[in-house]
């Protein structure tokens, strides 16, 4: 993965996760550690989908399950629930709680889809949508969208 990060791999830029029921392409400039969603501490007065505080290589990082950002169901804790913090690049310390790591995809194996410019417009950072040859739907997250969201940035009740 840190060679697809430094480019070494131009075809594998992306890298597959699921929230939920939901697929997701994170580029790999963007994505940080990754490590199991252990021991999360709760933060009182803020929204549901804020998850808390875990401790990655002795930083404090925000949490948020971003299925209940969306308005879907909490994603359930288990063992194949993984944390993927944002790259430091991004100058914001956070991550997302996720269902699965899926691995390296390649986007120039799928086909693009038409996007739905009305969500497109709402969740800019939810950005192009493809179909794999197994028939699954993966969308883009730009994580450098996600921050500039204000309601993302609004955590507190």
């Not at 399950?65 to 993927?84: A, K």
């Not at 995809?105 to 969740?123: K, P, V, Y």
Request: charged content about 20%; overall charge negative; glycine content about 8%.
């Amino acid at each position: 993965m840190q060679a697809a990060q430094r480019g070494g791999f131009s075809q594998l830029n992306q890298l597959g996760i699921l929230i939920g029921q939901n697929r997701y392409l994170l580029d790999l400039r963007e994505a940080g550690e990754i490590v199991s969603a252990g021991l999360l501490t709760g933060v009182p007065l803020t929204k549901d989908w804020y998850v808390g505080l875990s401790n990655i290589r002795g930083n404090l990082t925000s949490v948020v399950d971003l299925s209940r950002f969306q308005g879907n169901e909490s994603t359930v804790l288990d063992p194949t629930c993984r944390i993927v913090a944002f790259a430091p690049e991004l100058a914001f310390n956070s991550a997302l709680l996720v269902t699965q790591v899926l691995g390296l995809r390649n986007i120039a194996e799928m086909d693009e889809l038409a996007s739905d410019t009305q969500e497109a417009g709402h969740r800019a950072w939810l950005q192009r949508q493809f179909r794999d040859r197994d028939g699954h739907i993966w969308r883009e997250l730009s994580l450098a969208a996600l921050v500039q969201d204000q309601d993302f940035l609004h955590i507190g009740l």
